[in-house]
């Protein structure tokens, strides 16, 4: 953590607002994506984007300087993904007809259509994952995390991310099997 991102978080814990902006900036992105990510609709996502933040500002005066603020940061926003799917579930909410895609860097394969294809089975596969294993796989392989911080981020221990990560990857290997050669 660099020595500008520690005074901004010291001065953000003692009430200045446009210090935590400032945090918000270099963070926002990445949080966005991830909302959209746990989220898989563009309405949720913004939602779970506008909570976690309330939620880091309301408890900026928590942080420790233990971990990274983007794993604290990420921490929250997966925290409270999880609390708000089970809101939803327990209300049986209609699902939003704007979906968000949220495999999107696909490297280009043979054809166009091709590449439709694979990122909606690759979607359908990660769609179906147990919703820890998806957690981890998103962080680590559409996040690009390391998987200590994925540790952090989820509250688990590295061990566990790393089964989690495993059986993720054994369920999509056998759900995309057919465009293994691609």
Same mark, same amino acid.
């Given at each position: 953590m660099t +020595? #500008?991102? #520690?005074?901004?978080i010291k001065d953000a814990?003692?009430? /200045? $607002? &446009?210090?935590?902006h400032q945090?918000?900036?270099? &963070? +926002? *992105? #990445?949080?966005?994506?991830l909302a959209y990510q746990l989220m898989k609709n563009k309405q949720d996502a913004e939602d779970l984007y506008? /909570?976690? %933040?309330? #939620? !880091?500002?309301?408890?900026?005066r928590s %942080? @420790? %300087? *233990? $971990? $990274? %603020?983007?794993t604290w940061l990420y921490r929250i926003t997966v925290n409270t993904a999880l609390n708000m799917k089970r809101k939803m579930s327990r209300m049986r909410t209609q699902e939003p007809i704007e979906n968000y895609d949220p495999i999107e860097n696909i490297p280009e394969p043979v054809s166009t259509n091709k @590449?439709? *294809?694979i990122? @909606? !089975?690759i979607k359908a596969a990660t769609n179906e994952l147990p919703e820890k294993q998806r957690t981890a796989f998103i962080l680590k392989y559409l996040q690009d995390l390391k998987i200590k911080d994925v540790s952090a981020i989820m509250g688990i221990s590295e061990g566990t991310v790393k089964k989690y990560l495993f059986r993720a990857m054994e369920k999509m290997r056998i759900q995309l099997k057919e465009y293994r050669y691609v």
């Open positions: +020595d #500008k991102i #520690k005074q901004l814990q003692n009430g /200045d $607002s &446009h210090s935590f945090l918000v900036a270099l &963070h +926002d *992105e #990445k949080i966005m994506v506008q /909570d976690a %933040f309330v #939620k !880091a500002y309301n408890n900026i %942080f @420790r %300087f *233990e $971990s $990274s %603020f983007y @590449r439709g *294809e990122n @909606r !089975a």
